[in-house]
Structure formats: structure tokens, C-alpha cells
């Protein structure tokens, strides 16, 4: 498009921006306002996309960070053609694919879903670092972000780990609009304060008056042909641009304009322009292949092997095996034994360092490039990703995460290196399979598993050495157990998984000498959770003790409750879990003192069985 069409097609999108929000009574109209020429530019003349084929690789990639303008999205859909006026105006209706905040749920233009802000970037490098390193395409992946999300701690991480990549398939186009949700933001109209700090981090920086259609088309020019960096085109422009009510003032985020129509006419009214989007040219994606032939690690019963590094022996099989697993780690990697992979598939193994969150980021990032990704790294410090997680969620990104060094069987590293709190974050996450293995065979069973599961896949390794007590052959399904011990004769049931578990089978046995006989369930599978096999062994022993190296809340006991709250009688319950908070200490002397280890889960089956049941 030339200039004319240009400004034309940027006020298009200002009008349906509008048009939108007051359709819906709600959004943000003026954050969208202010992007609209960038937009309009983007879409017209630099972008290369099939709209009818979304998938195809040879594909631009758009992500747009600033997801509270979906406004602005939506509109630029419909100057594309794939949306009618009627569906526009549908915007943040119930039933609608035209969310407040756009997800791919329904909309398969949209890469990943976005409004929590800083995590736009983030997943474009993952995008980049597919289509750099493992697609070999020559696609760009374009993102818009917002002046506000600059704050965010995540913009930086991407940042840095763009520039070190020397990622110059990517393009972030900064929406330098001054205002903020309350107010100015931190850096107001200063563009060189941001980009100094992109350019510290080794990116090509642009600064451009935004709303000058012919400066952003030239700017959009030399980011394509910039080489060996990532570019950063910053942009001033004005919030609610173009409307003299909006234009430039505080107070109206996320607010439709208060006068529809004659901010419209303002605009010059309802136009209906069609832009002919470039088609990008035709591409293949040389993918990895893998032999086909999975042969994973086996062990024999009696071996001791800690299920960390049953992980990554049985991850690096795995990637033999398929070409489309990809693995990713924080800088942990000796200790996740991620680096099991590294050293068999080092073209498919990405360090993304001490950034939790670009790890995930660029985990779900690749996912929806098509790649099987299982990013590793300490179970405490997943936390510092939980809202990446949560939004690879609402995205429906399937990944694959392990946490490692969990519980207070570490030892003596102490508690700020203790996941104690994973279990309960992963079960939370809407669609998501948390597992937790006890010995080698089953976590190598449990990481070919993960490969084919939908949506959020969570494995808890732990540090230390444990017996193998599986045959190599013995199956796992997902939402199983397996009953270890049990009798005619059982008085109760324990409940554990992963390193309680051989704790458990310890108390079993010593409760035996006691004349006691107790049934003992390996929930390896917490979510989902073997209801069945529970509801059984409480009616046939009358009552469970759980126990689990976590906090009480939300991990093993509160997945073994959840099974009885559909109406019926709850059994009677004791849970066993970390109430204290823990020091420095042995593996053995953690678990004793925090009442988890055989004596304690034995002294309480007593009580339990003692009260419980009538002589």
C-alpha cells in the first residue's frame, strides 16, 4: 500500500477499534488506537502469511504481546478478510472466538494467548530460536509490545536471550505510548532510555515517530535486512490517537470511548478496506528424525538409581527415538541430567541459563511450531515460571516440565532448594497430568508417556538414590496405581508416591511384625488420580494415611481427598506431610524430622489403626 492507503487503513483500524469496544461496553479501544499505524504498515506491506493455511511454514509469525489491544488485532483480521463486520462485533460476548484477551483456543492466527503482560516476547523467541535452529525456515516472527510491559522483569530475560542467540528473524515493535493502566509509565515518550537498554543486550534499535506511516514502513525495511541481531523498532505514538477526547489523556484505560459516533466520525467514519496480505513463499521444514525405535534405559530390581537420573537417560532415548523432542534447561542441567540429552542431541538442546520464565516461554514457543519440548530445572524454581505456565495453559500448549531436587530428601542444601510446594502449583493448572515416579523404570516408563499427553505435563524427580522395585516391562498409565502390598486381613492403607513411597513400604513392613497388616497404594499418577483404586481400598480397610515429601496443602493428600467429595463417605484420613520448615540436615534426618520417614508413617499407622478400628 502506499502512504494514503496507509493512513487510510491505520484510521480503518482506529474506527473497528472503537466500533468493538462500544459494541461490547468494555475493552481497550485507546491502547489500540495507538498501535493501529504500526499495524496497518505490518499487515500491508511487511507481513507473510496465508491466512487460509495457518499452519504453513513458511509463515510470518505475529505475536501480539500487548493482548488488551485485541481490538486492534480483531480489526486487522477483518481488514484481512478471514472476519466479517457481524463477528467483530461479537467482540467479549459470550460464545465469541473474539476474546478481551485473544487466545489460539478458537482463532488459529493467534500463536499464543496473551494479557498477562511481558510474556509476548518471551514466546516470540522461542518461535525464533524453531525457526533458527530446528525448522530452518526463513520465517520473521513479529511482536508487538506495549511501553508498559517493559517493566516486567521476562521483557529482559527474552531480551538478553535474543541478542546472545543473535536472533534476527525477530521484530519487536515497541508501542511507546506513554500511558499507562493509572498513569505515565516509567520511561514516558524517552525512547532512547529504551532503547539503550535493547541495545546493552545486542539488539539493532529504531527509533520512529509512529503514526508516520512512511518512517514505520522504513523502519519494518531495515529490521528485515538486518543480519546477526534482533531488531527493536521503537515507536512513539499516542494513546487514543486520532480522537480529540482520547487522544493523549489519562484516566480512559480500558474504557470504550464515550462517544462512539462521533468519535467515529471523527475518525472519517466506517470504511471497509481489504488488504492483500503477502503470501510468504513456499518452504519445508527440515525436522530432526529419529529412528523410530524407542529402547529406554532398563534396571534391574535391587539397582539404586535416583529417578533424576532415570530422567534424563530415558529423555535422551527418547530423543532418539522421535525427531520432534526437543529439551531445554535453566543452567541446571548436571543436576536435572538434562545434559543426558545435551551430549546425544546437542542440535536439539537449548541452555536458556538462570530465566525460569523464558525457559517455559520458549517451551511453548516451540510447541506451537510443533516440537515436543521438556524444559528441566529445579522443582522450587518453576515457582518463578508458575504465570508462564499458566498461560501456556489457556494457550492449550502441551509441554513438558520436570522438577527435580524435590521435597526435603535433598538433604542439606536446605529449604531454599526444596520444592515443597510444586505439586499443589501443577495441580492447579487447568488440564494439567502431574506425575511422580519412586524408582527408574517407572520415571522412564512415565517420560516416553509424557510425549503424548495434552496440555500441561508435570514430572517430580528427586535427587537421591532409591531402590528399583519395577520390571523394566511393567506399564504406568497415566491416572493409574499399584498396589504394592495388600491382604484379606488389611487393617489400613497407606497412601505415597515417589521417595515416601519406599518409606511407606518400610512402615508396612514393620507394622507386619506388629500383627498389623496395611495395604499400600503408589499414587504415582496425582492428577489425574486413581478414584477407583481409593474408593476400594477405603471400603475394604476403613482408613488411609497419606504421606508425601510436600507441604500438606494441595499435593498428594489433598488429590487422595479429592476422590471422596463427590457425596459419599469420607474415610477417615490422616495425611502426612512437611508442616515445618526445614534446615540443613541429611536426607534421612529430613525426613525424620519432618515426620515422613518409615518410623513416623509406622507410629502413626498405629494411632490410626488404634482408633479407628474395634478390637
Known amino acids: 500500500m502506499n502512504t494514503d492507503e496507509l493512513v487510510e487503513l491505520g484510521q480503518q483500524l482506529r474506527v473497528d477499534s472503537v466500533r468493538a469496544a462500544a459494541a461490547a461496553g468494555s475493552g481497550h479501544p485507546t491502547s489500540s488506537m495507538s498501535a493501529a499505524d504500526l499495524m496497518a504498515v505490518l499487515l500491508a506491506n511487511h507481513l507473510h502469511y496465508d491466512f487460509e493455511n495457518p499452519e504453513h511454514p513458511g509463515n510470518d509469525r505475529f505475536v501480539l504481546s500487548k493482548g488488551h489491544a485485541s481490538p486492534l488485532l480483531y480489526s486487522a483480521y477483518k481488514a484481512a478478510g478471514v472476519l466479517d463486520d457481524e463477528e467483530l462485533l461479537t467482540f467479549?460476548?459470550?460464545?465469541?472466538?473474539?476474546?478481551?484477551?485473544?487466545?489460539?483456543?478458537?482463532?488459529?492466527?493467534?500463536?499464543?494467548?496473551?494479557?498477562?503482560?511481558?510474556?509476548?516476547?518471551?514466546?516470540?523467541?522461542?518461535?525464533?530460536?524453531?525457526?533458527?535452529?530446528?525448522?530452518?525456515?526463513?520465517?520473521?516472527?513479529?511482536?508487538?509490545?506495549?511501553d508498559s510491559e517493559l517493566a516486567e522483569g521476562s521483557v529482559w530475560e527474552a531480551a538478553e536471550h535474543a541478542g546472545y542467540e543473535h536472533l534476527d528473524n525477530l521484530i519487536a515493535i515497541l508501542d511507546v505510548n506513554r500511558l499507562g493502566q493509572r498513569g505515565p509509565t516509567r520511561h514516558g515518550h524517552d525512547l532512547d532510555a529504551y532503547a539503550r537498554r535493547f541495545r546493552a543486550f545486542d539488539w539493532h534499535t529504531i527509533e520512529v515517530d509512529g503514526h508516520d506511516v512512511d518512517a514505520v514502513d522504513r523502519a519494518c525495511s531495515e529490521a528485515v535486512s538486518t543480519r546477526r541481531q534482533p531488531t527493536a523498532i521503537i515507536a512513539r505514538t499516542l494513546k487514543g490517537k486520532g480522537v480529540r477526547a482520547t487522544e493523549d489523556r489519562e484516566g480512559l484505560h480500558g474504557k470504550p470511548v464515550k462517544d462512539a459516533e462521533e468519535a467515529i466520525e471523527e475518525l472519517g467514519g466506517v470504511r471497509d478496506l481489504r488488504v492483500r496480505v503477502h503470501l510468504p513463499d513456499s518452504a519445508r521444514l527440515l525436522r530432526a528424525v529419529g529412528n523410530g525405535s524407542l529402547e529406554l534405559p532398563r534396571w534391574d530390581k535391587g539397582d539404586q538409581v535416583a529417578t533424576r537420573d532415570a530422567y534424563g537417560r530415558a529423555l535422551a532415548a527418547l530423543g532418539t527415538a522421535r525427531g520432534e523432542i526437543v529439551a531445554l534447561d535453566g543452567e541446571v542441567g548436571d543436576s536435572t541430567r538434562a545434559e543426558f540429552f545435551a551430549k546425544k542431541h546437542p542440535d536439539r538442546y537449548f541452555e536458556c541459563y538462570i530465566a525460569e520464565q523464558q525457559m517455559v516461554a520458549a517451551a511453548v514457543g516451540m510447541a506451537r511450531r510443533g516440537w515436543v519440548p521438556y524444559a528441566?530445572?529445579?522443582?522450587?524454581?518453576?515457582?518463578?515460571?508458575?504465570?508462564?505456565?499458566?498461560?501456556?495453559?489457556?494457550?492449550?500448549?502441551?509441554?513438558?516440565?520436570?522438577?527435580?531436587?524435590?521435597?526435603?530428601?535433598?538433604?542439606?542444601?536446605?529449604?531454599?532448594?526444596?520444592?515443597?510446594?510444586?505439586?499443589?502449583?501443577?495441580?492447579?493448572?487447568?488440564?494439567?497430568?502431574?506425575?511422580?515416579?519412586?524408582?527408574?523404570?517407572?520415571?522412564?516408563?512415565?517420560?516416553?508417556?509424557?510425549?503424548?499427553?495434552?496440555?500441561?505435563?508435570?514430572?517430580?524427580?528427586?535427587?537421591?538414590?532409591?531402590?528399583?522395585?519395577?520390571?523394566?516391562?511393567?506399564?504406568?498409565?497415566?491416572?493409574?496405581?499399584?498396589?504394592?502390598?495388600?491382604?484379606?486381613?488389611?487393617?489400613?492403607?497407606?497412601?505415597?508416591?515417589?521417595?515416601?513411597?519406599?518409606?511407606?513400604?518400610?512402615?508396612?513392613?514393620?507394622?507386619?511384625?506388629?500383627?498389623?497388616?496395611?495395604?499400600?497404594?503408589?499414587?504415582?499418577?496425582?492428577?489425574?488420580?486413581?478414584?477407583?483404586?481409593?474408593?476400594?481400598?477405603?471400603?475394604?480397610?476403613?482408613?488411609?494415611?497419606?504421606?508425601?515429601?510436600?507441604?500438606?496443602?494441595?499435593g498428594l493428600g489433598d488429590a487422595v481427598l479429592d476422590a471422596f467429595l463427590d457425596g459419599r463417605p469420607v474415610p477417615r484420613l490422616v495425611r502426612l506431610a512437611v508442616r515445618t520448615m526445614p534446615g540443613s540436615a541429611s536426607p534421612a534426618e529430613q525426613l525424620h524430622a519432618a515426620g515422613i520417614d518409615a518410623e513416623s508413617i509406622a507410629a502413626s499407622a498405629r494411632r490410626l489403626v488404634g482408633t479407628a478400628v474395634v478390637p
Open 376 to 554: 528441566s530445572t529445579f522443582a522450587a524454581f518453576l515457582t518463578r515460571a508458575h504465570d508462564f505456565i499458566r498461560m501456556a495453559s489457556i494457550s492449550g500448549s502441551g509441554i513438558n516440565l520436570n522438577g527435580s531436587h524435590a521435597g526435603v530428601s535433598i538433604g542439606q542444601d536446605g529449604p531454599s532448594q526444596m520444592g515443597l510446594e510444586d505439586l499443589a502449583m501443577m495441580r492447579a493448572v487447568h488440564g494439567s497430568t502431574v506425575l511422580y515416579p519412586c524408582d527408574a523404570n517407572q520415571t522412564a516408563r512415565l517420560v516416553a508417556e509424557m510425549a503424548d499427553l495434552d496440555g500441561i505435563r508435570y514430572l517430580r524427580t528427586s535427587r537421591g538414590e532409591s531402590p528399583v522395585i519395577y520390571d523394566p516391562e511393567e506399564d504406568f498409565p497415566v491416572g493409574g496405581s499399584k498396589v504394592l502390598r495388600a491382604s484379606d486381613r488389611d487393617r489400613m492403607t497407606i497412601v505415597a508416591a515417589g521417595v515416601t513411597l519406599h518409606e511407606a513400604l518400610a512402615a508396612a513392613d514393620a507394622l507386619g511384625q506388629d500383627g498389623i497388616a496395611a495395604r499400600v497404594i503408589d499414587l504415582y499418577s496425582v492428577k489425574p488420580v486413581d478414584r477407583a483404586a481409593l474408593r476400594r481400598a477405603a471400603e475394604e480397610t476403613g482408613c488411609l494415611l497419606t504421606v508425601e515429601d510436600h507441604r500438606e496443602e494441595g
Open 92 to 146: 467479549r460476548a459470550r460464545g465469541s472466538r473474539l476474546e478481551g484477551h485473544p487466545t489460539p483456543r478458537q482463532l488459529p492466527w493467534v500463536e499464543t494467548a496473551t494479557g498477562s503482560l511481558g510474556q509476548g516476547l518471551p514466546v516470540g523467541v522461542g518461535i525464533a530460536l524453531a525457526g533458527k535452529r530446528l525448522d530452518h525456515a526463513d520465517y520473521r516472527v513479529w511482536v508487538l509490545c506495549g
